[in-house]
Structure formats: structure tokens, C-alpha cells
């Protein structure tokens, strides 16, 4: 048994809580939220978002940040991405040298272009940061219905540590040494979710998404390698894995957003609506800028930019990107 603390207390932070509760660890979950602790600690069933789970009475819901950070075997970081950077840097005085935080959250920061882990590392330079990835709806997990992910971490002790920590028989654990791999695939995937919910409100068909979702991940892995990512991984389950059910999925809020789009939503009536953060809405400029500081085209990343941003149609988006000009599939395949 490992003593464990969530730091967040939203849909994915209570899924992890109930995860590894029921696995027979100690676990803390710490929001600075009063009125989000008192509704997880009154009524344990009635979690905003999460049909169907139940909280168990052994997990403790706590205000106090250096309660939840000291003593303990993992720290799970599953903030909003706008909040990691603020979270790390009220945690960091708490944290011990050495500690393992994972990070579950997905995103990039916007202006500094970092990675969630890289935000952690900066604030918290003394933890062994790691990231942990995959197709988990939280809605799923918190109730049991089986998945597989992927942690990846610095070294092999530590990826093996969370494996170990995490893995059930209805959570399958792999591990990985490639980070950012892992979380740009997370990341991105959000965005070409997005651009797939236009597409289903748009009204068209299979083929047109399942061609979209192709073409994104092709953007994905080729961003994702020129910044050190290994291709297999955006190949495995943080990549096409997590894009796959983020894309299909009326769990998804950045399906969700989109497809409200599609319908004729602005960007601004579209989040209101999804009534949660839409991790995509703050990781495309990010990506965007990204590509044109790797001089990678991402043009389905371009046109979802607009959509969101400058107000242009989703049907617009869509056709223009239909209409660019001719090319090979892949420009490293040739004939003979």
C-alpha cells in the first residue's frame, strides 16, 4: 500500500482517487475549493460529472496543501493545465527532494510553449516529475470499465514505481522513457478533437473524421518527432490510443466544444455550454505556435486556430482544407 495524494479535485482527480482507493491505498485528495470539499465529503455519490461512482469513505478530502504533500509515497498532479504553474509553485515549499509527482493533466502552456511536466520541473525542481497518458475517460475509470495507459518518467525505477502503484485488473500500466512524446500526444490530440467534433456537427460522415483524425495524428507525430518524441509513441496508446476516444467519445469536452462549433456555436458559446475547461481551446495556439517555431505544417492545427479565434465557419475550415494543393501521402516514400 502507498500513501498517495491527488492535488485536484475535478472529474479526472476523483476518478484517479477512486482508482487507487479501491486498490487498497491511502489516499488524500487536496482542493482549495471549500465548496468542492464539502460536497465531496457530504455526499460521496453525487460527484459533479461522474454518474454512477461513488467516492470511498476511506479517502480524505483536505484544504490544506502541506497536509496533502508531506509524508507522502506519490503526489498526482490533475489540476487544469491553466493551473499547474500556479499549483506547483504554492506546492513547491512542501515538496521533499526526490518526491514522484506524476502528472495527469494534458496541455501546453501557453507563452512559454513548455510542457505540463516541464512546468512542474520548473516550479518544483526538486521532484522527479513523470507523466502518465492514455484512452481514460474519467467517467470510465471512476467506475471500474477497463483501459490501458502509459507512464513515462525519467528512469525505469520510477516508471516501474507508478506501474506498480497504479496497475489493477481492469487498469492496465505500460511504461515508457519518452515524456515528451507522451505528453504531446496528450496534448495535441485535444486539438484535432476539436476540429472532429466540427466535423460530427457539421453533420458528415465516418469517412470525412476518420480521414481528419488521420491527417491529424500525421500533424501530431510530425511536430512530435522534431521536438525529440519517438514515433512509436504516437503510434501507442498516449497517441492514436488517446486521439481514437477522444475524437469518438460524447465524453470528450473537447469533442463536445467542437461539435457545438460544428453546429454554429462560437468558441465563447461553445465552453459555456461544456460547462468545464476544454484543455483543446487552450492548447491550440500553443500548438500553433509550436509548429511555426519547429517550421512543421500543421494545417488542420491552422484552420482549427481560426475557427476558435477569428471566427471563421467550421465548414470553411474544412473545405479549405480539402482544397490545398495535390501531394504524396508521405514525402519518404518514393517510387523506384
Not at 488521420?214 to 486521439?243: C, H, N, P, Q, Y
Request: aromatic share 6%; hydrophobic share 40%; net charge negative.
Amino acid at each position: 500500500m502507498s500513501k498517495v495524494s491527488v492535488l485536484g479535485a475535478g472529474t479526472w482527480g476523483c476518478a484517479i482517487a477512486i482508482l487507487l482507493a479501491n486498490s487498497g491505498h491511502d489516499v488524500t485528495i487536496w482542493t482549495k475549493i471549500e465548496a468542492e470539499a464539502r460536497m465531496l465529503n457530504e455526499n460521496r455519490k453525487s460527484m459533479k460529472n461522474l454518474p454512477g461512482a461513488q467516492m470511498p469513505d476511506q479517502v480524505k478530502i483536505t484544504l490544506d496543501l502541506e497536509d496533502a504533500c508531506n509524508d507522502k509515497d506519490l503526489l498526482v498532479m490533475a489540476v487544469a493545465s491553466p493551473y499547474i504553474r500556479s499549483t506547483s509553485h504554492i506546492a513547491s515549499p512542501y515538496i521533499k527532494e526526490g518526491q514522484i509527482i506524476v502528472n495527469v493533466s494534458k496541455g501546453i502552456e501557453d507563452g512559454s510553449l513548455s510542457t505540463l511536466s516541464e512546468v512542474i520541473s520548473d516550479e518544483i525542481p526538486q521532484a522527479d516529475v513523470a507523466v502518465l497518458s492514455g484512452p481514460s475517460h474519467a467517467e470510465e475509470v471512476s467506475r471500474g470499465i477497463p483501459t490501458t495507459i502509459v507512464v513515462g518518467a525519467r528512469t525505469k525505477e520510477t516508471a516501474r514505481f507508478i506501474q506498480d502503484v497504479f496497475m489493477t485488473d481492469v487498469f492496465r500500466v505500460y511504461t515508457s522513457p519518452d515524456i515528451i512524446g507522451i505528453e504531446l500526444g496528450g496534448s495535441l490530440k485535444n486539438v484535432i478533437a476539436l476540429a472532429a467534433g466540427c466535423v460530427d456537427g457539421l453533420g458528415y460522415g465516418d469517412n470525412t473524421k476518420a480521414a481528419l483524425m488521420t491527417r491529424g495524428m500525421a500533424e501530431i507525430s510530425r511536430l512530435g518527432v522534431k521536438m525529440g518524441g519517438k514515433i512509436e509513441t504516437f503510434s501507442g496508446l498516449s497517441g492514436f490510443g488517446d486521439l481514437f476516444v477522444t475524437c469518438n467519445s460524447k465524453h470528450s469536452r473537447n469533442w463536445n466544444a467542437g461539435y457545438l462549433m460544428g453546429q454554429g456555436k462560437t468558441m465563447q458559446e461553445a465552453m459555456q455550454q461544456v460547462g468545464q475547461v476544454v484543455e483543446g481551446i487552450n492548447s491550440a495556439k500553443a500548438a500553433l505556435a509550436l509548429a511555426e517555431k519547429n517550421d512543421v505544417e500543421m494545417p488542420i492545427v491552422e484552420q482549427i486556430n481560426l475557427v476558435l479565434f477569428e471566427g471563421k465557419a467550421s465548414k470553411d475550415a474544412l473545405y479549405d482544407l480539402l482544397g490545398r494543393d495535390k501531394r504524396k501521402e508521405y514525402k519518404s516514400l518514393d517510387w523506384e
